[in-house]
């Protein structure tokens, strides 16, 4: 409720306005996850489609992520340009109590009117009657300013699916049983679903997001062959999108974004902070949630919280691998909110150094090695990490070509999207990107 309200009260503020005259009458957002800003540097990489986009456009030499750098927060960002500070989307879902002395969980299947606090891109979009879609996307379960959806989900009910089932584009039994099918097979059905979108419906702003990238980082490490792989795999994706905007008509009409939500980090050791609270007696009045490269810690009972809290802090000091011990006061200078703002913030954060990772036991040693012969990966640092810096790349209604862009933000993607389509989104923490426009 407490999102709720604040959405509205945000909206009337973040009306569209039409003196603006659009560059651009439709928009892609194509979101790679996981794609490091120091692997599009790399010359081998194979991405045809998109350093084509690259060279008739503009490119960024990175992308800074919001804190938390991980998926959620930062699509959401990518989509309201703001931190999670004020978008409140803190994780891959909610946080959410369960009782006193208890650990949390995260929900994902959360209203993105209850999740999501403030006005996103589509949503003033959708109001500027303009139709809008999304294959993927996240933080944006029932939102019904979507005119067309394929979700990272899908039902038999719902329209996308049901057009793509009559066509033939799927079968019943992949929709029903979609979260059961390899990633990579996932991202195909999702591209098909884009293809569809764009040549039958023609939206004037698709979102739309490919994980497999994410998917094989986290199994086999940063810059590493199968992540490398991954990343031309989507490339064929772009590729594909881009020739059914050349199919459906609208290829000249349409302004490309090319984006990513996080780098990525190979990691040697686990940190187990849950397992920390148990060696130090505070797991009956703590509760730790991993975000990878930084951790969320909360207190879970009520009484004597000051107290806990300085126990915390020094539970966690000295603990190898732990970078940074993050108390509210530093919370507003890394994009987090204040609990006292929003009750569903940690306490504390806890951010890992280079080759550490937080995960989630709590038994065993709190810190030991990753297994024997694996080289995971991982993201969820803090954002001022040069591995964890995105990727940007726009081009084509509306985008000059040949810019190259130094440092830009992703608060920074919405406001300049939203100017190409004569849409104002003003009181945004990014600023729109002047130079890459026509």
Do not use: C
């Not at 509205?8 to 490091?36: E, Y």
């Not at 490119?59 to 999670?84: E, F, L, Q």
């Not at 005119?147 to 038999?156: I, N, T």
């Not at 920074?412 to 190409?420: I, K, N, S, W």
């Amino acid at each position: 409720m407490r999102n709720s309200l604040l959405f509205l009260a945000l909206t009337a503020a973040f009306q569209p306005v039409s003196a603006q005259r659009p560059a651009a009458r439709h928009a892609v957002i194509i979101s790679i996850d996981g794609f490091a800003a120091y692997s599009l540097k790399d010359p081998p990489l194979p991405i045809p489609n998109i350093r084509r986009l690259i060279a008739n456009g503009a490119v960024a030499d990175s992308m800074k992520p919001v804190n938390p750098t991980v998926t959620w927060p930062n699509h959401t960002s990518i989509v309201t340009g703001v931190t999670a500070a004020r978008h409140s989307v803190l994780y891959n879902g909610q946080a959410q109590r369960t009782g006193e002395g208890k650990p949390l969980r995260v929900e994902p299947w959360v209203d993105k009117e209850e999740l999501v606090a403030g006005p996103t891109l589509y949503d003033i979009a959708h109001r500027a009657k303009l139709t809008t879609a999304e294959v993927d996307w996240v933080a944006i379960f029932n939102p019904p300013t979507i005119s067309f959806a394929f979700p990272e989900v899908p039902k038999s009910d719902q329209q996308i699916p049901r057009e793509m089932v009559t066509a033939g584009l799927v079968t019943a039994d992949e929709v029903a049983g979609f979260g059961k099918l390899p990633i990579h097979y996932r991202d195909e059905i999702w591209t098909r679903a884009g293809e569809h979108i764009i040549t039958r419906h023609k939206p004037n702003l698709l979102l739309f997001h490919l994980l497999t990238t994410d998917s094989l980082q986290h199994a086999h490490g940063a810059r590493s062959l199968a992540g490398y792989t991954a990343i031309g795999y989507a490339d064929a994706k772009v590729g594909r999108l881009i020739d059914a905007l050349r199919k459906a008509g609208i290829l000249e009409r349409t302004a490309i974004f090319v984006v990513s939500d996080h780098g990525f980090k190979t990691t040697r050791y686990a940190i187990h902070a849950n397992a920390v609270l148990a060696q130090k007696g505070l797991a009956d009045s703590a509760y730790v949630i991993p975000e990878g490269g930084t951790a969320m810690v909360y207190v879970t009972r009520t009484a004597n919280k000051a107290d806990t809290v300085a126990k915390l802090q020094g539970a966690f000091t000295g603990v190898d691998g732990i970078a940074k011990i993050l108390g509210p006061a530093e919370f507003a200078q890394w994009g987090y909110p204040s609990p006292t703002a929003n009750p569903r913030m940690a306490d504390l954060v806890l951010a890992a150094r280079d080759g550490y990772a937080f995960k989630g036991e709590r038994d065993g040693p709190p810190v030991r090695p990753v297994r024997a012969g694996s080289t995971p990966g991982d993201h969820g640092y803090l954002n001022d990490d040069p591995d964890i810096q995105a990727i940007f790349v726009a081009s084509g209604a509306g985008i000059r070509s040949g810019v190259k862009l130094g440092g830009i933000r992703n608060l920074d993607v919405a406001p300049t999207v939203a100017r190409l389509l004569g849409l104002g989104f003003e009181g945004v923490d990014g600023r729109v990107l002047e130079e890459i426009l026509k």
